[in-house]
């Protein structure tokens, strides 16, 4: 338990203790000031929390390279491919049932869109055109 989280507890505790003292009838105001106090310990946290995510987008910024990002991860494309044909088993049964080729068509267009918008988010440089070429660590090229 670290120092904060004592002080909330004494906070907690002294709030139970001026229940006791002043009655039920003094209940409310003493749980919206207990509350009042968390939420600014929370807003303290959150705001920490931003300014050191902000500064350190700043750095990436600063140094010209690129952030890594969590979708990167093959794990997660492999995941979001699975789910995303798991799903399309009842889209396409649902969409063929009820509207019979146009259905089809639609739920599976929507399922590329989906897969699409996934692929680009994680990698805004598929549709561009652009491939770079970098040199690997054996000394041949090859392009991304």
């Given at each position: 338990m670290d120092a904060r989280d004592a002080d909330l507890k004494k906070?907690?505790?002294?709030?139970?203790?001026?229940?006791?003292?002043?009655?039920?009838?003094?209940?409310?105001?003493?749980?919206?000031?207990?509350?009042?106090?968390?939420?600014?310990?929370i807003d303290g946290a959150v705001e920490r929390r931003v300014r050191r995510q902000m500064a350190e987008q700043q750095m990436v910024?600063?140094?010209?390279?690129?952030?890594?990002?969590?979708?990167?991860?093959?794990?997660?494309?492999?995941?979001?491919?699975?789910?995303?044909m798991v799903l399309a088993i009842p889209l396409s049964a649902i969409g063929g049932g009820i509207a019979h080729l146009p259905g089809l068509l639609v739920a599976w267009a929507g399922i590329v869109g989906v897969n699409a918008f996934q692929a680009v988010r994680s990698n805004p440089e598929i549709f561009s055109g652009r491939h770079h070429r970098r040199r690997h660590k054996d000394g041949d090229d090859w392009a991304d």
């Open positions: 906070e907690l505790d002294a709030t139970l203790q001026a229940r006791r003292e002043l009655g039920e009838e003094y209940e409310s105001a003493l749980v919206d000031s207990f509350l009042e106090k968390v939420d600014q310990r910024v600063a140094r010209g390279s690129r952030s890594p990002k969590p979708t990167d991860s093959w794990g997660e494309r492999f995941g979001f491919g699975i789910v995303s």
